[in-house]
DNA sequence: AACAGCGTCAACCGCATCCAC
DNA sequence: AGTGGATGCGGTTGACGCTGT
């Protein structure tokens, strides 16, 4: 079945692009705009392959394209979104337009990752030295809940969801340091800069259909906090919770997932996407909806179970104005605390 | 100063899906 | 309805830079 690789060609270059075939490609796209890629290597004369052309455009060359650090928002948003529709980077870049997919998921992969390996270690140490104070707080199911999230990483189901959202939030808050020590880009990097610069003009003028995908993305992302000075944190990490810090925020998330709680587990087991559902639905009275086929097949396969209430998650997801503040206002809760 | 180990991220690969015919 | 080319997506790789010894 599988097709011969597009590359197999002879002659065909591979490797890190150069400023000077960058160039050659973004004055192409400037020309003819973004798209068939297979005459791009032909019309052009790059010795790249088409995918390789598409590729370097979206996730690189593309204006409007966010590089370097991420702020705490982002993070939140990424962490959010993985633990709602799991390793759909598209669909989480389609929220977080100025980022590509590539780039989300590498952040994941290399800094997310790791750092809510970190947190749930803690959070299984802070089980079992404060057994009681857990169960009291959640009730018996929690300790599903927490088995079932052992791996925090793994795809999540509707009540995990909400577990990892708890570790979502203190997340953000031990990441600021790392955002601070993210480097971004190179010498080579500040070259692909200057061809930004050299597409600014282009922005202005470029044909509508060029940035039309660009601009009709759904968007929870709110231009950059103005505070975003503000959220640097004095470089801070604090991998272990304290007791009360612990406990604000399962009580916070307990009071969030009332509704949640409700929904029977049984049902919706392996099928978080209920919740891509939910965010489809209320996308497409207001804001295009992720155009994911898969997602599609799964919703309708999905059809079959309950459908349960909107949990303050998806919410907040779903809350653009809201997106940024209750973050926000979560750090600032939890800050005292945690931000020792 | 030299080397090894590790982290990061741009780019590649293979499969899935779309779409025109 | 079937087929094949084009495009999209997610997982993985490998080069490069940084840090520690």
């Known amino acids: 079945m599988g097709r011969p690789p597009c590359c197999e060609k002879v002659g065909i270059k591979k490797g890190p692009w150069t400023p000077e075939e960058d160039i050659v490609l973004v004055s192409y796209i400037q020309e003819h705009g973004p798209g068939n890629w297979r005459a791009v290597p032909t019309n052009t004369g790059l010795l790249r392959c088409s995918k390789s052309c598409r590729l370097r455009w979206t996730n690189y060359l593309r204006p409007g394209i966010k590089r ?57 140490h802070h089980h079992q030295q404060y057994p009681q104070a857990h169960n009291n707080i959640l009730g018996s199911s929690i300790s599903d809940s927490t088995t079932c999230n052992s791996n925090p990483l793994q795809y999540p189901t509707r009540n995990n969801v909400n577990d990892i959202t708890s570790h979502a ?19 080579y990097a500040s ?54 810090a612990y406990e604000s925020m399962v009580s916070f998330d307990n009071l969030n997932n009332v509704n949640a709680a409700s929904w ?28 994911n086929e898969k997602n599609k097949h799964i919703i309708r396969a999905c059809d079959i179970t309950s459908t349960p209430p909107l949990s303050f998650l998806e919410k907040w997801l779903l809350d653009e104005s809201a997106a940024g503040q209750v973050l926000e206002d979560r750090m600032m809760e939890l800050s005292p605390i945690t931000l020792v």
Not at 171 to 182: A, D, F, P, V
Not at 267 to 290: A, D, G, L, R, Y
């Open 191 to 244: 070259s692909t800069e200057n061809i930004s610069r050299l597409l600014e003009g282009w922005m202005r003028t470029s044909p509508k259909s060029t940035n039309a995908n660009l601009v009709s993305k759904p968007s929870l992302d709110q231009e950059e906090s103005p505070k975003g000075g503000q959220d640097k944190d004095e470089g801070c990490d604090h991998d272990l919770l304290s007791h009360e």
């Open 68 to 124: 370097g650090n991420f702020t705490p928002h982002e993070e939140g948003m990424i962490i959010h979104l993985q633990a709602l529709l799991g390793n759909k980077w598209a669909a989480i870049a389609s929220y977080l337009p100025q980022r590509t997919d590539n780039d989300i998921k590498n952040y994941w992969n290399t800094h997310l990752k790791k750092k809510l390996k970190k947190i749930q270690s803690a959070v299984d």
């Open 264 to 291: 029977d587990r049984s049902s919706t087991n392996n099928c978080n996407s209920s919740s891509i559902k939910q965010v489809s639905e209320t996308q497409s009275s207001t804001t295009p909806v992720i155009p």
């Open 169 to 187: 939030s203190t997340t953000t808050l031990s990441l600021r340091s790392i955002n601070q020590s993210s480097s971004s880009g190179g010498i």
